[in-house]
């Protein structure tokens, strides 16, 4: 858990700091480093036949868990807005 | 952006399962460990950066006060606890399943997060049911919107401040702009830290 908080916190410490030197062109470097790990991503589901055989019931699976996070989430900001009277 | 995503997941499957299959050029730990882990650091690292950079992003949430935290608190509450509730339906290891649901529509991060984390079964799960939250959010946003008109900001998740900012704009109008701003900004921020969280706690 550590290795993956740390680099978040440094970035943001340090983008913090730099916000005042000129621009940086993150957009860039942020769609090679997605393509990057989406890649490798594929690449352990590719490269493991087990779970290739498994893509359907994932696929189901993942229709259940949507559903239900999409339902509570809309059920839990209706109960607030009526709590705090939000427009 | 989501073509180039979607070309680089075919890519890495088709060239996982032929190097599985037919004889193997390069050892899989190379680009599923060593490559993965290095990228995932790294897009951390820089998202952190942008977050840091951005004093756009801050000035508007103090704008806006502590109330507009009631909205992302409730999405991300109410995430999780459909993750909890389909996790004990589906059988699955609950913990993953509220992992992937605090994805929260990132799937360039819940996915490789989250497979880091339970493995690549679940890297899977988290990849699609973020991948489907987006999509969902722009494909049915003229349905949702008539419901009420913070239904597709619900929908959309961390994905509010960037890619489904534009469609919501148009069909929530411009005051619905800065609470999904606000929403999608503190939902990527708390993202990262919330799915490590639920990985520590089982």
């Known amino acids: 858990m550590l290795n993956l908080v740390v680099p978040l916190i440094a970035g943001i410490l340090l983008g913090y700091f730099l916000r005042n030197k000129k621009r940086f062109d993150l957009g860039k470097i942020t769609f090679g480093v997605i393509i990057a790990l989406i890649f490798s991503l594929g690449f352990s589901i590719g490269s493991n036949d087990e779970l290739l055989g498994s893509l359907l019931t994932v696929g189901l699976n993942a229709v259940v868990i949507l559903f239900f996070a999409l339902l509570f989430s809309v059920v839990f900001v209706e109960a607030a807005r009526r709590a705090v009277r939000m427009e | 952006m989501i073509k180039y995503i979607l070309a680089a997941l075919i890519c890495g499957v088709a060239s996982g399962y032929f190097n599985n299959n037919f004889g193997s050029l390069i050892a899989n730990s190379w680009i599923s460990d060593y490559l993965f882990d290095f990228s995932l650091i790294l897009l951390l690292f820089v998202m952190g950066f942008a977050f840091g950079v951005n004093r756009e992003a801050v000035a508007k949430m103090r704008k806006a006060g502590l109330r507009i935290l009631v909205f992302p608190f409730c999405v991300a509450l109410g995430s999780i606890l459909g993750g ?89 109008g411009s005051e619905a702009l800065i609470t999904a701003f606000a929403s999608g900004f503190v939902l990527s921020l708390i993202a990262p830290f919330t799915i490590t969280t639920i990985a520590t706690l089982r």
């Open chain 2, 84 to 172: 909890l509730v389909s996790g004990f339906m589906l059988g699955i290891d609950v913990f993953a399943s509220m992992a992937v649901s605090a994805g929260l529509g990132w799937y360039t991060l819940a996915g490789p997060l989250v497979g880091q984390l339970f493995g690549a079964e679940f890297g899977a799960l988290g990849f699609i049911v973020n991948f489907l939250r987006e999509l969902l959010t722009i494909t049915t946003i003229s349905l949702t919107v008539r419901v009420d008109w913070y239904v597709p900001i619900v929908f959309g998740g961390a994905t509010t401040m960037d890619t489904t900012l534009p469609v919501i704009a148009r069909y929530c």
